[in-house]
Structures are given as C-alpha cells and as structure tokens.
C-alpha cells in the first residue's frame, strides 16, 4: 500500500532563511506528487505538483526517485509562507491521494 | 472559481446522535471526497465517490457512511455519534482525482 510520510511535525525557520520541507513516499509504480498548503483560516489548496515542474510562491520540489523523496523547498523563505503543508501522492490508476501527516511552518521575523 | 460548500462551519453534537455532513460543489465534478483532518495525522480519506450513487470505502470508514443521490452533493453520515469522531471534516471535490478542492470545514465535537 502507498504512505507518505512527513517527518518533521513543526519546522520553524526566521525570515529570508532557506527552507526545506521533507517528504517521503513508498509506492511500488510511477506516483504523481504533490504538496498541498493551508494558511491560517484558509482552505486547504494544491501549491505544486511535481509533473508540472513550475515553481510557485517561489517554492520547488523535484521527485527524487532514487531516493522515493519529494522535498519542497524555498530558499529565502517570508513570514507569509508560514502555513500547514501536506504531500500528497497519487497512484498510477488516479483514484485518489494519500496525504502525509503535515509539516506546521513558522517563519518568524 | 470552483466552490466548494460545507452545510456547517461549526457542530456540536451528543454521543449517540445521528449526524449529517453536507458538502456541495458548483463545478460539474465527477469525484467528490470526505476527509478528517487530526492533527499528527494529517487527511485520512474516509470516503469517496466517483459518479452518482457510487461510493469507495477511503482508509477509515468505519463508523462512517455517505450517500450521493445528484452529482453535486455529498452527505458524510454518522450513525451514531462518539466521542472519537470530534474532528476536522473536510469535504472536497475534483475532475481529476489528484487536483482536489476543498471546502472549508466542519469542525465536529461530540461531546
């Protein structure tokens, strides 16, 4: 069966640091990724996938198939960055996402 | 913009009580999902469904059922309120499973 697993609950990083959020993955096929973000008294929402291989908010994430990881980074990260961040990951058939435990992100100034 | 309801932002129920979770989207979308959100755990899928009158069990369905009579709403149903249940219900929906959107919430206690 698929799991993601985020191994850091809390990550707390002051303003203009860099950033980086861990994510790892075990599926036996060819997952699609993703990380998903929720700010104070938002709704949940999709911030990138890995197929896409866009940077938004001037965050990235490569799929590291070696190491079955998919970090999201930044690397100066801003106080508006501080958030709720799942990885998400699809099987092959795309019949739903298997979300991680969540990383709580403070960036203090 | 794809809108996704929920019928309560805030439920206060009892042990025992049967309770209904509604969620409703304006966008056409075949896959519709219910959530619980717990901190430490993250979203553990609870059901989900892919057409009209069909569902899937999710990873804790346990306690839990759903109904989908129209395309655009999808009812989270405990049978019987416990106390276990007191947490985070997000409801979201998608055209294609990967790409999900969520509602804002329901936040459940049962007391």
């Known amino acids: 069966a698929q799991r993601v697993t985020q191994p850091e609950k809390l990550l707390s990083v002051f303003k203009g640091a860099p950033v980086e959020l861990k994510c790892n993955y075990s599926?036996?096929?060819?997952?699609?990724l993703f990380w998903y973000v929720q700010y104070s008294r938002q709704r949940l929402q999709l911030l990138l996938r890995?197929?896409s291989r866009e940077s938004i908010k001037g965050f990235t994430a490569d799929l590291n198939k070696g190491e079955t990881s998919f970090h999201l980074k930044k690397p100066f990260a801003q106080e508006e960055d501080s958030a709720m961040y799942y990885c998400?990951?699809?099987?092959?058939?795309?019949?739903?996402?298997?979300f991680g435990e969540g990383t709580q992100l403070t960036v203090n100034p | 913009d794809v809108k996704v309801t929920q019928s309560s932002r805030y439920l206060v129920k009892r042990t025992g009580e049967k309770v209904f979770l509604e969620c409703v989207q304006d966008?056409?979308?075949?896959?519709m999902f219910w959530y619980r959100q717990d901190p430490g755990l993250g979203l553990r899928l609870i059901y989900f469904?892919?057409?009209?009158?069909?569902?899937e069990k999710g990873d804790i369905p346990e306690g839990y059922s759903v109904s989908r009579e129209k395309k655009e709403r999808f009812s989270l149903i405990l049978e019987s309120a416990s106390t276990n249940q007191t947490s985070m219900y997000l409801c979201?929906?998608?055209?294609?499973?990967?790409?999900?959107?969520f509602g804002p919430g329901t936040r459940l206690t049962v007391t």
């Open positions: 979201a929906s998608s055209f294609l499973p990967s790409e999900q959107y």
């Open positions: 599926y036996s096929g060819s997952p699609e």
């Open positions: 890995h197929i």
């Open positions: 998400a990951l699809s099987e092959t058939s795309g019949s739903r996402l298997t």
């Open positions: 966008m056409d979308h075949e896959n």
């Open positions: 469904s892919y057409d009209v009158k069909m569902k």
